[in-house]
């Protein structure tokens, strides 16, 4: 369910806030002020395909996507604004989405079920969370990406993620910090890389 908040200042550019698995309106650039956004296409049997996740300062749409449909769906409470590309943004546009979708199929290409979760937690890790040189640190719950939403973005089930971060906890490959956060250390990633 979105609620819209309408605001035209005088470029007559519309602001959206939604929630969670809130819809964004086709064909629209947005740029996303707050908040996490996942591009998603369906196969043939109806299993969701992820092409991108989006957070804040991207720019994100589905009108340039030689796929159909292509969803922009909220994975958090968002708040995005209507955005008119120049040329030079929209080469910007393209080139990240097309760089979000290929590291994303590569992630999906490892084999080993184990190694592909935590690469993605990475990759999610280097995307929107804090890198240091002792790791990468990320916050699952802000982004809303449960145990079901990792499973569908790397092609597992939610059992197998499940089972494999409490594996990861156990062997130290995955620390909690605070309440919501989570840490990859880098020596215990290089080990498994």
Not at 146 to 163: D, I, P, Q
Not at 164 to 171: F, G, P, V
Request: aromatic letters at 6%; one cysteine or more; a positive charge.
């Amino acid at each position: 369910m979105a609620t819209a908040t309408l605001n035209r200042p005088l470029s007559q550019s519309v602001r959206l806030s939604l929630l969670a698995n809130a819809v964004l309106p086709e064909t629209i650039t947005w740029r996303i002020h707050d908040g996490y956004i996942r591009s998603t296409t369906w196969d043939e049997e109806g299993e969701a395909i992820t092409l991108g996740i989006w957070g804040p300062g991207d720019l994100v749409t589905n009108a340039h996507s030689g796929l159909a449909p292509v969803e922009l769906q909220c994975l958090t409470a968002v708040v995005v604004e209507q955005h008119a590309p120049s040329d030079a943004e929209i080469l910007r546009l393209l080139r990240q989405q097309i760089r979000n979708t290929e590291e994303i199929f590569e992630i999906n290409r490892i084999r080993s079920a184990e190694r592909r979760l935590l690469m993605l937690l990475r990759w999610i890790g280097v995307r929107f969370g804090q890198v240091s040189s002792r790791g990468y640190r990320l916050s699952l719950k802000d982004m809303n990406l449960t145990h079901r939403a990792l499973a569908e973005v790397c092609g597992l089930t939610r059992v197998t993620v499940t089972k494999n971060l409490n594996r990861y906890k156990n062997l130290g490959l995955l620390q909690k910090v605070g309440e919501a956060d989570l840490f990859i250390p880098s020596e215990g990633l290089a080990a498994v890389i």
